[in-house]
């Protein structure tokens, strides 16, 4: 187990070192400041959800550790939509927003409401829920922990899958409507970006059947 956790710690450190630069990058792009915003966005949210892995573990203080790890639930929400915007953008013919794009805030916006609600909760079941620390659940803290889990382990996973066949839909059907003819900007910012739903599809399968193997007891996250 000392070895999956130290692997899961490097692996992290690496993707919140990489998400940094690209939010880095995103920020000083000087063209299309609105389109590299949203990807700047996306790289944040992806940040967030690495924030408590990479470095939670060698933070002392308790509280902080269940401030990181309370972040994941809103970077895990937000940066798939901001992906799927970020093409949308990318791949609509004028600089414009999707219709009724409130609906893709929702689960971000309830996502923070739990974040909100984590700190509500007595001292005890923070630390219990966010931390190694053992200890017992209140009532209150028992119910938070059951939504937060049923929250965090099904409807983000089907909030990624939906997002990922939503976004490669639009890649493919952009790159065959433009055929050949697209230049080589273009092209370029197409592979990159079919690249990062390439990884984010990985993400997602290796999510899942870590996900599967919890469920059938195969597998028990530390």
Do not use: C
């Amino acid at each position: 187990m000392f070895f999956a956790d130290a692997l899961s710690t490097l692996l992290s450190s690496m993707s919140l070192a990489t998400a940094l630069i690209g939010v880095a990058m995103s920020l000083t792009q000087p063209h299309n400041k609105a389109l590299f915003r949203i990807l700047g966005a996306f790289f944040a949210a992806i940040a967030a959800t690495e924030l408590g892995d990479a470095i939670g573990p060698s933070v002392a203080y308790h509280s902080l550790q269940v401030l990181l790890e309370a972040l994941w639930i809103i970077g895990a929400t937000a940066a798939l939509p901001l992906l799927w915007l970020y093409i949308w953008r990318l791949t609509h013919d004028r600089p414009s927003w999707p219709s009724r794009l409130w609906t893709h805030a929702i689960l971000p916006a309830f996502s923070i409401l739990l974040f909100v609600s984590v700190f509500t909760l007595p001292t005890a079941d923070q630390h219990a829920l966010f931390t190694d620390i053992d200890g017992s659940l209140s009532n209150q803290g028992y119910a938070f922990g059951f939504v937060y889990e049923v929250f965090a382990l099904f409807i983000v996973t089907i909030q990624w899958l939906f997002y990922l066949v939503l976004s490669s839909v639009r890649l493919i059907r952009y790159r065959l409507r433009l055929k050949d003819v697209f230049a080589s900007t273009e092209d370029k910012e197409l592979r990159w970006t079919l690249a990062i739903v390439g990884l984010s599809g990985t993400y997602w399968f290796l999510g899942f059947a870590f996900l599967l193997l919890e469920v059938f007891g195969i597998y028990e996250s530390s």
